[in-house]
């Protein structure tokens, strides 16, 4: 059959020259399957861990506590007079760890209750032995079981050890009191600091805490 007069017989061509098919093409289907949900980081599309957050000041919120990442070593709780010295303070620690056998390169922390963790001259002997001082509530040394108790330390801060409770409590579950409570021993005055050492337990193999 002849092509009728201004009709060319080539079939017609799209803009870009190719053939334009005569049938109607299908769209395949869109699967309707569920699509992921998880939290996408900003940027990279990794998910995003659901950690425990913080509440205020690094307090962590009630159901999310982790085990402490807290560093073996040694931990020194100090317990203080008013206006004590700091070096009626580290003269007392650095003689008590070397009477044990102990570096003092070896200490992590120092503690104390929470009513002293301002006390210039502990603050002073944490930052010359480049370690954190830590304060806990009374009530919490409280509750510590230690070898010496003192009814003065009772009167005066509300709890019947300082140093002991405190050295046991920063040492954490499976820790180990290495030194009981000692005492400064200034020429012709009272003592007025107190420390005791205690030792945290090294990370077992498998992230659990070894047991001594």
């Given at each position: 059959?002849?092509?009728?007069?201004?009709?060319?017989?080539?079939?017609?061509?799209?803009?870009?020259?190719?053939?334009?098919?005569?049938?109607?093409?299908?769209?395949?289907?869109?699967?309707?399957?569920?699509?992921?949900?998880?939290?996408?980081?900003?940027?990279?599309?990794?998910?995003?861990?659901?950690?425990?957050?913080s509440a205020g000041a690094g307090a962590p919120v009630p159901g999310t506590e982790v085990p402490s990442a807290a560093p073996p070593g040694l931990v020194v709780g100090v317990g203080a007079g008013r206006e004590v010295a700091m070096e009626e303070v580290a003269g007392l620690i650095g003689r008590t760890l070397a009477a044990a056998g102990l570096s003092v390169g070896g200490v992590v922390?120092?503690?104390?209750?929470?009513?002293?963790?301002?006390?210039?001259?502990?603050?002073?002997?944490?930052?010359?032995?480049?370690?954190?001082?830590?304060?806990?509530?009374?009530?919490?040394?409280?509750?510590?079981?230690?070898?010496?108790?003192?009814?003065?330390?009772?009167?005066?801060?509300?709890?019947?050890?300082?140093?002991?409770?405190?050295?046991?409590?920063?040492?954490?579950?499976?820790?180990?009191?290495?030194?009981?409570?000692?005492?400064?021993?200034?020429?012709?005055?009272?003592?007025?600091?107190?420390?005791?050492?205690?030792?945290?337990?090294?990370?077992?193999?498998?992230?659990?805490?070894?047991?001594?």
């Amino acid at each position: 059959m002849k092509a009728s007069a201004g009709m060319s017989a080539r079939p017609e061509l799209s803009a870009r020259g190719a053939p334009v098919p005569s049938a109607p093409v299908s769209a395949a289907p869109v699967s309707a399957g569920p699509v992921s949900a998880g939290p996408v980081s900003a940027g990279t599309g990794a998910p995003v861990s659901a950690g425990p957050v913080s509440a205020g000041a690094g307090a962590p919120v009630p159901g999310t506590e982790v085990p402490s990442a807290a560093p073996p070593g040694l931990v020194v709780g100090v317990g203080a007079g008013r206006e004590v010295a700091m070096e009626e303070v580290a003269g007392l620690i650095g003689r008590t760890l070397a009477a044990a056998g102990l570096s003092v390169g070896g200490v992590v922390e120092l503690a104390t209750v929470e009513a002293k963790a301002a006390e210039p001259g502990l603050v002073a002997a944490a930052a010359r032995l480049g370690v954190p001082l830590r304060g806990y509530g009374a009530a919490a040394l409280a509750r510590v079981a230690v070898p010496g108790p003192s009814g003065a330390a009772l009167t005066a801060v509300g709890t019947p050890s300082v140093a002991e409770a405190a050295a046991l409590l920063a040492a954490g579950p499976g820790g180990e009191l290495l030194v009981g409570k000692r005492k400064s021993a200034p020429p012709g005055r009272p003592a007025r600091a107190t420390c005791a050492v205690a030792r945290r337990p090294a990370p077992a193999k498998g992230g659990q805490v070894g047991q001594r």
